[in-house]
């Protein structure tokens, strides 16, 4: 693939001067890892701000003229899934961005659309106070989420891997995965506070605004740590290698339509059950359970260290085995977890809580993997636009719709129907790993 310029296409003038700059200070493995969290970590705890505010918040705020609580869970949830339509939308916008202006100008346009678009959420009137547009703009507000969500994708996750000694891919492939639990339990730990030392009505005012706000200062945190990794020699290398670059949506579907189609399968098993132990038991428990909202977001705090500790465990684990066997023994766990889950929520307090944190265990150590599955196939000038437009598919695929579907089928037919909408993600991604060494022995 031609390039315009020595760093390739997706550096502006003043990144390569900013570059040579640096020439002479080597950037470690170690410092990218700490960018990568931070980035990782700023991105979920927008996502889960505004994933735990569904259940806590807008049901009443947005939803109140729903006929029951359940209905206006499920319209909340409906608004939570607009983002992972919006994401491959700002992918291919930002990765045009990209091309012709640079990642630092994409990143900086991304992340404060990201932060901006979570902030204005917290200035959010409700329903009774301007109607319906308090609906309208909340769905603007998750689309605004979702579109710079796709532009956010910094290829730091790939200059880590690339970085990394070759017998420790598994382990640097997990590091970035940490922001999740990080972010959730961040998010959490802020909306458990308020929810606890705060009455009802002063939550429902300001209290759940915070956190909001919040999430706005440590995107710009995130944002200067990304751009410092973004102006070292060691990515304007890989970019100049065409490593990192961005390449056309279309290219990239044309030479790796199939590839792209197979990676969006593969983690789906990891992805279906990110928001079944996150948003949807926080959902349960609020209609449901009798336990304390605040007292059962502790637990899941706890559950989200639980998933440091498996994700962790996770690298240690693929560098042994391989990511491919990985992923599959955790696929097949998931399959036992999905008959398992449904029992436990169904068991009481005691039963959901353990629901939540085994769920971490296991979501731990498939997650940690997952996203190192999907650039594994792609080739040099592919690999950055590929892997961004396959996480999103995956991301729509296995988990945007995942707490709307979830308690919609719970509610109406049972909790059996989640372990049945959890074990069809765990069989998608027994089939994609078959299907893809298939093909590798083919070719």
């Not at 989420?145 to 000694?165: M, T």
């Not at 009802?200 to 956190?211: A, I, V």
């Not at 398992?340 to 959901?352: D, E, K, M, R």
Request: glycine fraction near 12%; charged fraction near 10%; proline fraction near 4%.
């Amino acid at each position: 693939m031609a390039t315009t310029s020595h760093y390739g296409p997706s550096s502006s003038s003043l990144e390569r001067d900013a570059r040579r700059i640096h020439d002479d200070k080597p950037v470690s493995p170690g410092s990218i890892a700490i960018g990568v969290v931070i980035g990782r970590m700023s991105e979920f705890f927008d996502f889960f701000v505004y994933g735990l505010a569904s259940v806590l918040v807008f049901p009443q705020l947005v939803f109140p003229f729903a006929p029951d609580r359940l209905t206006g869970t499920l319209y909340s949830f409906a608004i939570f899934s607009l983002a992972f339509l919006a994401r491959p939308v700002g992918s291919v916008v930002f990765m045009t961005i990209d091309r012709m202006y640079g990642r630092g100008t994409k990143l900086t346009i991304a992340l404060f659309l990201l932060g901006g678009s979570t902030a204005s959420i917290a200035f959010l009137p409700g329903y009774e106070e301007i109607g319906v547009w308090s609906i309208a703009l909340l769905a603007l507000f998750r689309l605004g989420q979702g579109f710079a969500l796709g532009g956010a994708w910094d290829g730091l996750a790939s200059l880590l891997a690339l970085n990394a000694p070759a017998n420790h891919r598994g382990w640097y492939a997990m590091i970035p995965q940490l922001g999740a639990p990080i972010g959730f339990a961040l998010a959490s730990t802020l909306f458990g506070y308020f929810v606890a030392n705060l009455s009802s009505e002063d939550f429902l005012s300001w209290g759940w605004r915070y956190p909001f706000f919040v999430a706005f200062a440590i995107n710009v945190v995130a944002l200067f740590a990304r751009l410092r990794l973004v102006m070292t020699k060691e990515f304007g290398t890989l970019l100049e290698q065409h490593e990192l670059e961005a390449a056309p949506i279309l290219e990239v579907l044309r030479v790796h339509g199939r590839d792209i189609l197979i990676g969006a399968f593969v983690p789906l098993a990891s992805f279906a059950m990110f928001h079944l132990v996150t948003i949807f038991p926080l959902g349960w428990m609020s209609l449901y359970g009798n336990q304390p909202i605040g007292a059962f977001m502790v637990v899941q705090v706890v559950g989200a260290m639980v998933g440091i500790v498996a994700i962790i465990a996770s690298g240690l684990i693929a560098d042994r085995i391989g990511r491919r066997a990985q992923l599959a023994i955790c696929a097949v766990i998931i399959a036992v977890f999905s008959f398992v889950g449904p029992i436990l929520i169904a068991s009481g307090n005691n039963g959901h809580d353990a629901f939540v944190i085994i769920g971490f265990g296991v979501l731990g150590l498939s997650f940690g993997q997952a996203t190192g599955s999907i650039s594994s196939r792609f080739g040099r000038g592919y690999r950055y636009t590929g892997a961004a437009f396959t996480s999103d598919l995956a991301w729509l695929i296995g988990a945007g719709f995942a707490p709307l579907v979830a308690l919609s089928l719970s509610s109406r037919f049972g909790l059996t129907f989640v372990g049945y909408y959890l074990l069809s993600g765990a069989i998608c991604t027994l089939a994609a790993l078959a299907f893809s060494k298939a093909l590798e022995q083919r070719e």
